[in-house]
């Protein structure tokens, strides 16, 4: 089955402590990216990835680190996590650009942080 | 630039009556556009999409929207609500350029009266 698979699904910590919230991919996709979101605010782009090797910063980059090592893989590490940074985080892939299905994003099931 | 603007945060409906629920947008070039449904504690879910073709798109479940260019609009419709409607709906707009980054409204909350 097609799928993006996130974990944890839920997870609580405490200031500073440092987290990886993992992501993979089974569709081959090339784009990858991570969102966050809060109420009233939608999704917001954390980072994304065109492919291996190319991460780069989305609109809200700020206590986050990703890297792309392998395609199907795209884990979201936060070095020191703060409580503002609670929020419900998306993972999402999508084909190669220019593909007629271009720009369609399968999501993953999200993952609930909680920072004290 | 681009963006977008759910018009409502919050709609009502009963069962059985249509829904409407609107999106606009902005956007520099031609833009792709989208909704996506998120039901309680689940990722989101394409519903469909604009990608200059018909501008009258179908969907699943029943739903469809119309591209207005004059009007800068993409509302999301259905004729009959169904209780399973129940959701978090958001409207996405995408340049075609650069990253082909998806921009997000803020949501609109559909709630199905008995």
């Known amino acids: 089955e097609a799928q993006v698979t996130q974990n944890p699904r839920y997870l609580i910590t405490v200031t500073g402590k440092k987290l990886t919230v993992t992501c993979s991919q089974n569709?081959?996709?090339?784009?990858m990216s991570w969102y966050r979101q809060d109420p009233g605010l939608g999704l917001r782009q954390i980072y994304y990835s065109m492919n291996v090797e190319v991460t780069d910063k989305g609109d809200v980059p700020e206590g986050y680190k990703v890297s792309r090592k392998e395609k199907r893989n795209f884990p979201l590490i936060l070095e020191s996590p703060s409580p503002n940074q609670t929020s419900l985080y998306f993972c999402?892939?999508?084909?190669?650009?220019?593909?007629?299905?271009?720009?369609?994003?399968?999501f993953g099931a999200g993952t609930r942080l909680s920072v004290l | 630039a681009q963006s977008v603007t759910q018009l409502d945060s919050h709609v009502s409906v009963s069962e059985g009556t249509p829904v409407l629920l609107r999106c606009n947008y902005s956007?520099?070039?031609?833009?792709?556009l989208f909704w996506y449904v998120q039901h309680p504690n689940k990722g989101l879910q394409l519903l469909l999409k604009y990608t200059s073709a018909a501008t009258l798109v179908k969907g699943i479940n029943g739903f469809e929207a119309e591209f207005k260019k004059s009007e800068t609009s993409f509302h999301l419709t259905k004729p009959s609500a169904h209780m399973s409607d129940a959701a978090e709906y958001f409207c996405v707009v995408s340049d075609n350029v650069g990253n082909e980054k998806l921009t997000f409204g803020t949501g609109t909350r559909l709630t199905i009266i008995p």
């Open positions: 956007s520099s070039y031609s833009p792709s």
């Open positions: 569709m081959n996709h090339e784009y």
């Open positions: 999402a892939s999508s084909p190669q650009r220019g593909v007629i299905a271009k720009n369609i994003q399968y």
